[in-house]
């Protein structure tokens, strides 16, 4: 069977152009920001290849170095696009603005020697060729985060790609009698059309289940976080403390609970709405956020009223805490919502007889109601 290269490329254009609104419509615009670069970078690899397919059928003709050039930018874009994705799917920061002028200068300089063949073709592939090879190496970096089962089938599809791409830029930069258009009957083209269509499907595949991944992470993360303040809910708080509380038996750490209840919450709501009163909690949520270790816990208990485990603790500690994180509020409350946050706290630590998180739980709570039976906004020490 004789397979022709033009209509293998007009096939593949047929396939990646289908491949990006499947995508779009699986994913949709409202998917997070890694999904949306993927979609947005398939559909820009699509328009590359409708350009550079139009480019052939106008040789000669001023619009074939305008089509080739966007082309090239598309392409460019849209590798640039699903590294975005790679690192934000993997939990990396996102790309550097200053790296996006490689869709600028790779073409600019495409454009300006277009005459030159060997010049532009072996700029154009090497410079994708290293794209993909990018794209590769952040999908198999050591210590990313992600399934191998995405991660692997981008290593594989990309790396492979990048491994075409590069011998076409090599016949066309110095064996140009061999490779002497991008439509050539040689054996690069055979092989880049057919790993082509199956990078294609394997990056449509791994993009799927990378956002799949990601969802169920968005599902999981629901689960155990409050909605308003985004601290741990009651339950998963609750599982996470006796974990700790097993681990600071075991090994003779200390440990603490705080039972922290807002004074005179209702009154806030009532006098100054609702929505005043989810910023308060939401500020005395983010300032706990921020005053405690990796080690330790915070959940919205109920309400107004939120529970932390200092975990390796001791009372003086817990004290130096308190103040520190009351001093606090009290400054951001009154330049945030125009008046002063203040809160009760009961401390529990934990003893020897404590055998439950119950048990701690118990005493701090009582702590707590003698902290507000005794006129509010002070700590007291449970025995």
């Known amino acids: 069977m004789v397979l022709d290269i033009h209509s293998l490329m007009v096939a593949y254009t047929v396939n990646v152009c289908a491949v990006a609104i499947a995508l779009s419509l699986a994913l949709g615009l409202r998917a997070g920001r890694a999904a949306l670069a993927a979609q947005v970078g398939v559909v820009a690899h699509a328009l590359g290849w409708l350009c550079l397919i139009a480019s052939g059928d106008h040789?000669?003709?001023?619009?074939?170095?305008?089509?080739?050039?966007?082309?090239?930018?598309?392409?460019?874009?849209?590798?640039?696009?699903?590294?975005?994705?790679?690192?934000?799917?993997?939990?990396?920061?996102?790309?550097?603005?200053?790296?996006?002028?490689?869709?600028?200068?790779?073409?600019?300089?495409?454009?300006?020697?277009?005459?030159?063949y060997p010049w532009r073709v072996g700029l154009a592939n090497g410079v994708l060729a290293a794209q993909m090879l990018w794209v590769a190496v952040e999908a198999a970096r050591p210590g990313a985060t992600g399934s191998w089962r995405w991660r692997g089938l981008i290593c594989v599809s990309m790396g492979t790609m990048a491994l075409v791409t590069l011998w076409r830029g090599v016949l066309g930069?110095?064996?140009?009698e061999a490779y002497p258009t991008f439509q050539s009957p040689h054996p690069v083209n055979l092989v880049g059309a057919l790993a082509n269509n199956a990078a294609t499907l394997l990056t449509a595949l791994a993009v799927l289940a990378a956002f799949r991944e990601e969802a169920e992470a968005q599902l999981r993360e629901l689960a155990i976080t409050d909605g308003l303040t985004q601290v741990l809910n009651r339950r998963a708080w609750n599982e996470r403390a006796e974990v700790l509380l097993a681990d600071?038996?075991?090994?003779?750490?200390?440990?603490?609970?705080?039972?922290?209840?807002?004074?005179?919450?209702?009154?806030?709501?009532?006098?100054?709405g609702h929505a005043v009163g989810d910023k308060a909690l939401q500020l005395i949520a983010a300032m706990l956020r921020e005053e405690l270790r990796s080690g330790d816990l915070v959940g919205r208990y109920g309400g107004e009223e939120f529970c932390v485990m200092l975990s390796h603790t001791r009372e003086a500690a817990a004290l130096t805490f308190d103040q520190r994180l009351r001093q606090k509020l009290r400054q951001r409350s009154q330049a945030e919502l125009g008046f002063?946050?203040?809160?009760?706290?009961g401390l529990s630590s934990q003893q020897l007889k404590d055998r439950r998180l119950e048990d701690l739980l118990r005493r701090a709570d009582a702590a707590l109601y003698e902290a507000k039976r005794a006129g509010r906004n002070q700590l007291v020490m449970a025995p």
Request: with cysteine; hydrophobic share 55%; glycine share 6%.
């Open 59 to 116: 040789r000669g003709h001023w619009l074939d170095p305008l089509l080739s050039t966007l082309a090239m930018a598309a392409m460019s874009i849209s590798l640039l696009l699903l590294l975005q994705a790679v690192r934000l799917w993997r939990g990396g920061a996102p790309l550097p603005t200053r790296l996006c002028a490689v869709a600028l200068v790779m073409p600019a300089l495409y454009a300006l020697g277009f005459s030159h």
């Open 173 to 176: 930069a110095f064996f140009t």
């Open 248 to 272: 600071a038996r075991r090994y003779g750490h200390p440990l603490i609970v705080l039972m922290i209840d807002l004074d005179h919450f209702k009154q806030i709501n009532d006098r100054r």
């Open 340 to 345: 002063v946050l203040e809160y009760s706290v």
